[in-house]
């Protein structure tokens, strides 16, 4: 049981990240009714069919007035007007958050909730894969998976204890961060490798085509799998975190330079400290990160 207060959950948006969260609800709490709102009743169908959800509307109105806990997974473009059309038909005791990938532009939008803005609590779970839509939802996407919670001095403590349960409940470690603390790290961790990747695969490829994918080795896949990604995700995401990605674009744009200028000189000493340095701190990371994950699965046994 998530928590005896939430029955009735609506999913605006039942793709990859709204579908998959949906799963892991319903695995937690068999007795919720999700219902899940979208544009293409296809869609909507399918993941009906796929036991993702109990019921489909694809009037926002409808799906939404009577539900306890509204969680907003559609792409951050479309938010706003959702947040719009939301605030007049909700319960005053709902609780709503949202997934969106950068959160100073969603919780600009959620002021349109008036009143009920304290009621939202924002997130981003640190979880997903270059593959969208419900077919791809996964119940254990969010295990062992950090989500930020990115709480603002009106957010209701209810309701953001609420969310932080909720997440913990599907498996993830909650972290509270700072709303612009978290758009200019996730510009550097997040963003700025999506746009690397498929400006890498775009300047390869623009005058030969397919050519290049036909010498390549282990690592320009890794390099360039998340070029995979949904292109109106990341058209939308790099709209609504533009000014800090645009700094962690300067900031690489240096270090490219700093590069360029070692290989200028051919300074061998310089090429080895930045490789040196940049791999201890990376071996560092992944030995933390095994670490955590050991630890993290350890507490999740220990509770079911
Ligand atoms: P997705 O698989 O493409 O699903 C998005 C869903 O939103 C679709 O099912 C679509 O259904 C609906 N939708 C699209 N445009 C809409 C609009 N204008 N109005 C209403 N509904 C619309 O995308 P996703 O990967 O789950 O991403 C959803 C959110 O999660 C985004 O905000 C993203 O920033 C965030 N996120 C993604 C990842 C990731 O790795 N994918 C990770 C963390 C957070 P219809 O076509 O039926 O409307």
Same mark, same amino acid.
């Given at each position: 049981?998530?928590?005896?207060?939430?029955?009735?959950v609506?999913?605006?948006?039942?793709?990859?990240?709204? %579908?998959?969260?949906?799963? @892991?609800l319903?695995?937690?709490? #068999?007795? !919720? +009714? *999700?219902?899940?709102?979208?544009?293409n &009743? /296809?869609?909507?169908?399918?993941?009906m069919?796929?036991?993702?959800?109990?019921?489909?509307?694809?009037?926002?109105?409808?799906?939404?007035h009577?539900?306890?806990?509204?969680?907003?997974?559609?792409?951050?473009?479309?938010?706003?007007e959702?947040?719009?059309?939301?605030?007049?038909?909700?319960?005053?005791?709902?609780?709503?958050?949202?997934?969106?990938?950068?959160?100073g532009?969603?919780?600009?939008a959620?002021k349109a909730?008036?009143?009920?803005?304290?009621?939202?609590?924002?997130?981003h779970?640190?979880?997903?894969?270059?593959?969208? %839509?419900?077919?791809?939802? @996964?119940?254990?996407?969010?295990e #062992?998976? !950090? +989500? *930020?919670?990115?709480?603002?001095?009106? &957010? /209701?403590?209810?309701?953001?204890?609420?969310?932080?349960?909720?997440?913990?409940?599907?498996g993830s470690?909650?972290?509270?961060?700072?709303?612009?603390?978290h758009?200019?790290?996730?510009?550097?961790?997040?963003?700025?490798?999506?746009?690397?990747?498929?400006?890498?695969?775009d300047?390869?490829?623009?005058?030969?085509?397919?050519?290049?994918?036909?010498?390549?080795?282990g690592?320009?896949?890794?390099?360039?799998?998340?070029?995979?990604?949904?292109?109106?995700?990341?058209?939308?995401i790099?709209?609504?975190?533009?000014?800090a990605?645009?700094?962690?674009?300067?900031?690489?744009?240096?270090?490219?330079? #700093?590069?360029?200028?070692?290989?200028?000189?051919?300074d061998?000493?310089?090429?080895?400290?930045?490789?040196?340095?940049a791999?201890?701190?990376?071996?560092?990371?992944?030995?933390?990160?095994?670490?955590?994950?050991?630890?993290?699965?350890?507490?999740?046994?220990?509770?079911d």
């Amino acid at each position: 049981m998530i928590d005896n207060k939430i029955n009735r959950v609506a999913i605006v948006g039942v793709g990859l990240i709204g %579908g998959s969260l949906a799963k @892991a609800l319903r695995q937690a709490n #068999r007795s !919720i +009714t *999700i219902t899940g709102y979208g544009r293409n &009743t /296809d869609n909507l169908k399918l993941a009906m069919k796929l036991g993702v959800i109990d019921l489909y509307e694809t009037r926002l109105e409808a799906a939404v007035h009577d539900a306890d806990l509204v969680v907003l997974a559609v792409p951050l473009q479309a938010m706003p007007e959702v947040f719009k059309r939301m605030g007049t038909c909700l319960r005053p005791d709902v609780i709503i958050t949202d997934v969106g990938s950068a959160k100073g532009f969603v919780v600009e939008a959620a002021k349109a909730l008036g009143s009920l803005f304290s009621r939202f609590v924002p997130a981003h779970p640190i979880a997903g894969t270059e593959q969208s %839509g419900v077919t791809h939802a @996964a119940t254990d996407l969010f295990e #062992r998976h !950090i +989500t *930020i919670l990115t709480p603002v001095p009106e &957010t /209701d403590r209810e309701a953001l204890g609420y969310v932080d349960r909720m997440w913990q409940r599907v498996g993830s470690q909650t972290v509270i961060m700072d709303v612009s603390r978290h758009d200019r790290v996730l510009a550097g961790t997040s963003h700025l490798p999506h746009l690397l990747a498929f400006a890498l695969v775009d300047m390869l490829t623009r005058n030969e085509q397919d050519e290049p994918f036909r010498y390549a080795a282990g690592g320009f896949r890794d390099f360039t799998r998340i070029a995979s990604s949904d292109p109106v995700m990341w058209r939308d995401i790099c709209l609504a975190n533009n000014h800090a990605i645009r700094d962690a674009i300067g900031q690489y744009i240096d270090t490219l330079q #700093r590069l360029d200028g070692y290989l200028e000189a051919s300074d061998q000493a310089g090429l080895m400290k930045l490789f040196t340095e940049a791999k201890q701190r990376r071996d560092h990371y992944l030995a933390e990160r095994t670490a955590m994950a050991g630890n993290h699965k350890r507490t999740q046994d220990e509770t079911d």
